[in-house]
Protein backbone atom coordinates (compact mmCIF):
# COMPACT_ATOMS: atom_id res chain seq x y z
CA UNK A 1 0.00 0.00 0.00
CA UNK A 2 3.08 2.18 0.88
CA UNK A 3 4.86 1.53 -2.92
CA UNK A 4 1.26 2.03 -4.57
CA UNK A 5 0.94 5.67 -2.23
CA UNK A 6 4.47 6.83 -3.06
CA UNK A 7 4.27 6.23 -6.78
CA UNK A 8 1.03 8.58 -6.79
CA UNK A 9 2.58 11.00 -4.88
CA UNK A 10 5.87 10.71 -6.98
CA UNK A 11 3.41 11.31 -10.38
CA UNK A 12 2.26 14.52 -8.50
CA UNK A 13 5.17 15.66 -8.21
CA UNK A 14 6.54 16.14 -11.55
CA UNK A 15 3.39 18.60 -12.60
CA UNK A 16 4.92 21.65 -13.22
CA UNK A 17 1.10 22.74 -12.22
CA UNK A 18 1.46 21.60 -8.85
CA UNK A 19 3.36 23.02 -5.71
CA UNK A 20 3.78 21.63 -2.25
CA UNK A 21 1.00 23.59 -0.76
CA UNK A 22 -1.85 22.32 -3.51
CA UNK A 23 -1.13 18.46 -3.03
CA UNK A 24 -1.11 18.99 0.77
CA UNK A 25 -4.96 20.36 -0.07
CA UNK A 26 -5.30 17.46 -1.92
CA UNK A 27 -3.91 15.10 0.96
CA UNK A 28 -6.12 16.75 3.48
CA UNK A 29 -9.21 15.56 1.17
CA UNK A 30 -7.83 12.33 0.39
CA UNK A 31 -4.56 11.89 2.94
CA UNK A 32 -4.07 8.09 1.00
CA UNK A 33 -4.89 9.39 -2.15
CA UNK A 34 -7.63 6.60 -2.99
CA UNK A 35 -8.64 6.36 -5.95
CA UNK A 36 -6.37 9.70 -7.29
CA UNK A 37 -7.12 8.61 -11.03
CA UNK A 38 -10.85 8.04 -10.58
CA UNK A 39 -11.48 11.88 -9.06
CA UNK A 40 -13.92 13.84 -10.39
CA UNK A 41 -12.49 16.54 -12.65
CA UNK A 42 -14.33 19.10 -11.31
CA UNK A 43 -13.31 17.94 -7.29
CA UNK A 44 -9.56 18.22 -8.67
CA UNK A 45 -10.39 21.77 -9.72
CA UNK A 46 -11.99 22.77 -7.04
CA UNK A 47 -9.21 21.74 -4.41
CA UNK A 48 -6.25 22.92 -6.64
CA UNK A 49 -8.18 26.01 -7.27
CA UNK A 50 -7.40 26.24 -11.05
CA UNK A 51 -9.38 27.80 -13.65
CA UNK A 52 -10.98 26.20 -16.47
CA UNK A 53 -7.49 27.18 -18.64
CA UNK A 54 -5.26 25.70 -16.54
CA UNK A 55 -7.38 22.29 -15.44
CA UNK A 56 -7.32 21.24 -18.79
CA UNK A 57 -3.47 22.04 -18.91
CA UNK A 58 -2.68 20.00 -15.92
CA UNK A 59 -4.87 17.14 -16.82
CA UNK A 60 -3.11 16.88 -20.58
CA UNK A 61 0.28 17.28 -18.55
CA UNK A 62 -0.53 14.83 -16.01
CA UNK A 63 -1.60 11.79 -18.19
CA UNK A 64 1.52 12.51 -20.22
CA UNK A 65 3.42 11.66 -17.25
CA UNK A 66 4.85 8.10 -17.51
CA UNK A 67 5.58 7.23 -13.98
CA UNK A 68 7.30 3.82 -14.77
CA UNK A 69 9.23 5.30 -17.30
CA UNK A 70 10.59 7.61 -15.26
CA UNK A 71 11.22 5.57 -12.19
CA UNK A 72 13.41 3.14 -14.16
CA UNK A 73 15.10 5.76 -15.89
CA UNK A 74 16.41 7.46 -12.18
CA UNK A 75 16.94 3.88 -11.03
CA UNK A 76 19.41 3.52 -13.88
CA UNK A 77 21.16 6.36 -12.57
CA UNK A 78 21.21 5.30 -8.73
CA UNK A 79 18.48 7.91 -8.15
CA UNK A 80 16.31 6.54 -5.79
CA UNK A 81 13.33 8.67 -3.55
CA UNK A 82 11.62 8.27 -0.11
CA UNK A 83 8.44 9.94 0.56
CA UNK A 84 7.23 11.58 4.11
CA UNK A 85 5.53 8.30 4.63
CA UNK A 86 8.28 6.25 4.88
CA UNK A 87 9.93 4.77 7.90
CA UNK A 88 13.51 5.90 6.51
CA UNK A 89 12.03 9.46 6.42
CA UNK A 90 14.01 11.97 8.84
CA UNK A 91 12.18 12.36 11.91
CA UNK A 92 13.90 15.70 12.50
CA UNK A 93 12.37 16.85 9.09
CA UNK A 94 8.84 16.11 9.70
CA UNK A 95 9.50 18.93 12.70
CA UNK A 96 9.84 21.84 10.39
CA UNK A 97 7.08 24.23 8.88
CA UNK A 98 6.06 22.84 4.91
CA UNK A 99 8.56 19.47 5.04
CA UNK A 100 9.39 18.24 1.53
CA UNK A 101 6.53 15.68 0.56
CA UNK A 102 9.29 13.94 -1.28
CA UNK A 103 13.24 13.23 -0.83
CA UNK A 104 15.20 12.14 -4.56
CA UNK A 105 18.72 10.98 -3.01
CA UNK A 106 21.98 9.24 -4.33
CA UNK A 107 24.05 7.84 -2.44
CA UNK A 108 24.28 6.48 1.61
CA UNK A 109 20.48 7.09 2.55
CA UNK A 110 21.70 6.05 6.17
CA UNK A 111 23.65 9.14 6.81
CA UNK A 112 19.49 10.72 7.29
CA UNK A 113 19.36 9.12 10.13
CA UNK A 114 22.66 10.30 12.04
CA UNK A 115 23.40 13.72 14.18
CA UNK A 116 24.21 16.29 11.97
CA UNK A 117 24.95 20.14 11.72
CA UNK A 118 24.25 22.43 8.61
CA UNK A 119 27.14 24.75 8.43
CA UNK A 120 26.62 27.71 5.27
CA UNK A 121 27.77 31.24 4.83
CA UNK A 122 29.10 33.09 2.16
CA UNK A 123 29.84 32.32 -1.29
CA UNK A 124 32.18 35.05 -1.08
CA UNK A 125 33.91 33.19 2.02
CA UNK A 126 37.27 34.95 2.91
CA UNK A 127 40.21 32.70 3.94
CA UNK A 128 39.43 33.73 7.55
CA UNK A 129 35.79 32.02 7.44
CA UNK A 130 37.96 28.79 5.36
CA UNK A 131 40.34 29.08 8.40
CA UNK A 132 37.53 29.22 10.71
CA UNK A 133 36.38 25.83 9.39
CA UNK A 134 39.54 24.55 9.87
CA UNK A 135 39.02 24.72 13.52
CA UNK A 136 35.46 23.63 13.90
CA UNK A 137 34.96 20.80 11.33
CA UNK A 138 37.75 18.25 13.16
CA UNK A 139 36.03 17.60 16.16
CA UNK A 140 32.59 17.67 15.11
CA UNK A 141 33.65 14.54 12.94
CA UNK A 142 35.86 13.27 15.14
CA UNK A 143 32.34 12.43 17.59
CA UNK A 144 30.38 10.81 13.96
CA UNK A 145 28.96 14.57 13.21
CA UNK A 146 27.59 14.46 9.70
CA UNK A 147 27.94 18.01 8.30
CA UNK A 148 24.94 19.44 5.64
CA UNK A 149 25.51 22.17 3.81
CA UNK A 150 23.95 22.92 -0.04
CA UNK A 151 27.22 22.66 -2.35
CA UNK A 152 27.30 26.19 -3.27
CA UNK A 153 30.36 28.09 -4.28
CA UNK A 154 32.74 29.19 -0.90
CA UNK A 155 31.71 28.02 2.33
CA UNK A 156 29.58 25.06 1.30
CA UNK A 157 31.83 23.61 -1.08
CA UNK A 158 34.92 23.76 1.40
CA UNK A 159 32.77 22.26 4.02
CA UNK A 160 31.84 19.37 2.11
CA UNK A 161 35.51 19.37 0.99
CA UNK A 162 36.99 19.34 4.29
CA UNK A 163 34.70 17.03 5.53
CA UNK A 164 35.49 14.25 3.33
CA UNK A 165 39.30 15.03 3.28
CA UNK A 166 39.15 14.84 7.22
CA UNK A 167 37.58 11.73 7.00
CA UNK A 168 33.98 12.86 8.09
CA UNK A 169 30.57 12.16 6.51
CA UNK A 170 28.67 15.07 4.72
CA UNK A 171 24.62 15.83 3.05
CA UNK A 172 24.73 18.18 -0.19
CA UNK A 173 21.27 19.48 -0.56
CA UNK A 174 20.45 20.52 -3.83
CA UNK A 175 18.25 23.24 -5.03
CA UNK A 176 17.34 21.15 -8.41
CA UNK A 177 17.37 18.07 -9.97
CA UNK A 178 20.02 15.94 -10.22
CA UNK A 179 20.10 15.87 -13.90
CA UNK A 180 21.04 19.94 -14.04
CA UNK A 181 23.59 20.19 -11.37
CA UNK A 182 23.86 23.92 -9.77
CA UNK A 183 27.19 25.20 -9.81
CA UNK A 184 28.20 23.10 -12.83
CA UNK A 185 31.28 23.36 -11.46
CA UNK A 186 31.07 21.32 -8.42
CA UNK A 187 29.81 18.24 -10.59
CA UNK A 188 33.60 16.51 -9.50
CA UNK A 189 32.63 16.88 -6.00
CA UNK A 190 28.88 16.05 -6.23
CA UNK A 191 30.50 12.55 -8.14
CA UNK A 192 32.45 11.83 -4.64
CA UNK A 193 29.75 12.90 -2.21
CA UNK A 194 27.45 10.14 -4.62
CA UNK A 195 30.31 7.02 -3.99
CA UNK A 196 30.50 7.64 0.45
CA UNK A 197 28.05 10.16 1.23
CA UNK A 198 24.82 11.41 0.22
CA UNK A 199 23.41 14.06 -2.68
CA UNK A 200 19.48 15.29 -1.47
CA UNK A 201 16.87 17.13 -3.42
CA UNK A 202 13.37 17.36 -3.32
CA UNK A 203 13.17 18.28 -6.74
CA UNK A 204 12.62 15.11 -9.13
CA UNK A 205 15.87 15.35 -10.74
CA UNK A 206 14.66 16.20 -14.38
CA UNK A 207 13.35 19.74 -12.50
CA UNK A 208 15.81 22.83 -13.57
CA UNK A 209 17.21 25.01 -11.10
CA UNK A 210 14.99 28.03 -10.49
CA UNK A 211 16.36 31.63 -8.06
CA UNK A 212 13.15 30.71 -5.53
CA UNK A 213 14.37 26.85 -5.40
CA UNK A 214 17.21 27.60 -3.10
CA UNK A 215 15.36 29.44 -0.13
CA UNK A 216 13.18 26.59 -0.05
CA UNK A 217 16.28 24.16 -0.12
CA UNK A 218 17.59 26.15 3.00
CA UNK A 219 15.00 24.54 5.08
CA UNK A 220 15.76 21.18 4.81
CA UNK A 221 19.48 21.72 5.10
CA UNK A 222 18.94 23.44 8.44
CA UNK A 223 15.85 21.04 9.06
CA UNK A 224 17.79 17.88 9.24
CA UNK A 225 20.55 19.67 11.58
CA UNK A 226 20.52 19.82 15.36
CA UNK A 227 22.05 23.09 14.62
CA UNK A 228 23.06 25.65 12.01
CA UNK A 229 26.80 27.11 11.59
CA UNK A 230 26.83 30.26 9.91
CA UNK A 231 30.82 31.22 9.26
CA UNK A 232 30.15 34.61 7.45
CA UNK A 233 27.26 36.67 6.29
CA UNK A 234 26.34 39.85 5.15
CA UNK A 235 23.33 41.52 7.27
CA UNK A 236 21.01 40.52 4.25
CA UNK A 237 21.74 36.83 3.20
CA UNK A 238 20.53 33.22 2.44
CA UNK A 239 22.67 32.31 5.00
CA UNK A 240 20.80 34.29 7.70
CA UNK A 241 17.14 32.75 6.43
CA UNK A 242 18.63 29.90 6.94
CA UNK A 243 19.35 30.94 10.76
CA UNK A 244 16.05 31.87 11.13
CA UNK A 245 13.98 28.43 9.87
CA UNK A 246 16.45 27.02 12.61
CA UNK A 247 15.53 28.63 15.06
CA UNK A 248 11.58 28.36 14.07
CA UNK A 249 12.22 24.40 14.31
CA UNK A 250 13.70 24.49 17.55
CA UNK A 251 17.19 24.04 16.54
CA UNK A 252 20.58 25.39 17.86
CA UNK A 253 22.10 28.39 16.05
CA UNK A 254 25.88 29.10 15.88
CA UNK A 255 27.77 32.35 14.32
CA UNK A 256 31.81 32.27 13.99
CA UNK A 257 32.54 36.04 15.01
CA UNK A 258 34.37 37.85 12.56
CA UNK A 259 36.07 41.36 12.05
CA UNK A 260 33.86 44.49 12.49
CA UNK A 261 34.93 46.51 9.96
CA UNK A 262 34.25 43.07 6.91
CA UNK A 263 30.42 43.20 5.50
CA UNK A 264 31.01 39.86 5.51
CA UNK A 265 30.90 39.33 9.20
CA UNK A 266 27.75 42.09 10.02
CA UNK A 267 25.52 39.25 9.95
CA UNK A 268 27.56 36.56 11.80
CA UNK A 269 28.06 39.51 14.71
CA UNK A 270 24.23 40.26 14.68
CA UNK A 271 23.31 36.81 15.13
CA UNK A 272 25.86 36.59 17.92
CA UNK A 273 24.28 39.98 19.34
CA UNK A 274 20.53 38.67 19.05
CA UNK A 275 21.62 35.58 20.87
CA UNK A 276 23.27 32.47 18.66
CA UNK A 277 26.16 31.21 20.32
CA UNK A 278 29.82 32.07 19.46
CA UNK A 279 31.62 29.58 17.74
CA UNK A 280 35.47 29.18 17.62
CA UNK A 281 35.99 25.17 17.94
CA UNK A 282 33.57 22.27 17.37
CA UNK A 283 34.00 21.94 21.06
CA UNK A 284 31.48 24.53 21.53
CA UNK A 285 28.71 23.31 19.18
CA UNK A 286 29.24 19.42 21.21
CA UNK A 287 28.46 21.25 24.37
CA UNK A 288 25.49 22.77 22.68
CA UNK A 289 23.64 19.54 21.16
CA UNK A 290 22.07 16.44 22.48
CA UNK A 291 23.72 13.21 20.83
CA UNK A 292 21.26 10.47 20.39
Not at 112 to 135: E, W
Amino acid sequence: MVDIFNKKLFHLVHSSFLTNSSIRKLLKHNPQLKNLYKMPLTQLKQIFQFDSSSMEKFTKEFLSIDVHKLIKLYNSKNIFYITYNDPEYPRQLKEIHDPPLILFYMGDKSLLSKPSIAVVGARAASQYALKGLDFILPQLIKNNIVIVSGLAKGTDTYAHEKTINFGGKTIAVLGGGFFHLYPSENKALAGKIVKNHLLLSEYPPIIKPERWHFPMRNRIISGLAKGTVVIQAKKRSGSLITADMALEAGREVFALPGPINDSLSEGTNHLIQQGAKLVTSGSDILEEIILD
